[in-house]
Nanobody, 126 residues
Framework: QVQLVESGGGLVQAGDSLRLSCEVS????????MGWFRQAPGKEREFVAA????????YYGDSVRGRFTISRDNAKNTVYLQMNSLKVEDTAVYYC???????????????????WGQGTQVTVSS
């Protein structure tokens, strides 16, 4: 059984930085792309970032590109999301997700991911 556990959320002010972590167990982590998504109240789930199995390539949603950085440590089975220059509109529950098939290039489509964490709240105040 694949398990994903996020941590690092919290309450920050606009302009601050925050780093989220997601530890994965129950799967050969280094074979799978990983993604981060977020969902704000009353809105649909939004793609934030994804990274391929090796960490060599990353992809970002338009609203976070240039401010957020996704990375991974395959030795620790952990994926990270470094969030800089946070804005009030970044407030959401953030979810990490594991791609459903090994060795595939990830996209922003949530249907491609078969395992999800419980989510961590990020609140950015003005």
């Amino acid at each position: 059984q694949v398990q994903l556990v996020e941590s690092g959320g919290g309450l920050v002010q606009a302009g601050d930085s925050l780093r989220l972590s997601c530890e994965v167990s129950g799967r050969t982590f280094s074979r799978y792309a990983m993604g981060w998504f977020r969902q704000a109240p009353g809105k649909e789930r939004e793609f934030v970032a994804a990274i391929i199995w090796s960490g060599r390539n990353a992809y970002y949603g338009d609203s976070v590109r240039g401010r957020f950085t996704i990375s991974r440590d395959n030795a620790k089975n952990t994926v990270y999301l470094q969030m800089n220059s946070l804005k009030v509109e970044d407030t959401a529950v953030y979810y990490c997700a594991s791609h459903g098939r090994p060795w595939l290039i990830p996209s922003g489509k949530s249907a491609e991911y078969d395992s999800w964490g419980q989510g961590t709240q990020v609140t950015v105040s003005s």
